[in-house]
């Protein structure tokens, strides 16, 4: 899927921060977190060696009733 869609798909409810970077050569290079609007508490992350991947197996992680 592209990044439009994936980003596209994150439910209006939340909000989410990706970043790129390590701090160890043996970490995944893209994170992401998505978040509640109302409270800031985090409802998914996940780590991957593309944004696109990190953002997929977040959106697979967030609470069945955002799916």
């Not at 696109?52 to 069945?64: T, V």
Request: no cysteine; proline share 6%.
């Amino acid at each position: 899927m592209a990044l439009a869609e994936l980003v596209a798909a994150i439910p209006a409810q939340y909000f989410w921060i990706a970043g790129k970077g390590r701090i160890k050569p043996s970490e995944p290079l893209y994170a992401i977190r998505i978040l509640d609007a109302e409270t800031d508490a985090v409802v998914a992350q996940a780590e991957a060696d593309t944004l696109e991947d990190a953002i997929a197996h977040a959106l697979k992680s967030l609470p069945l009733e955002a799916a």
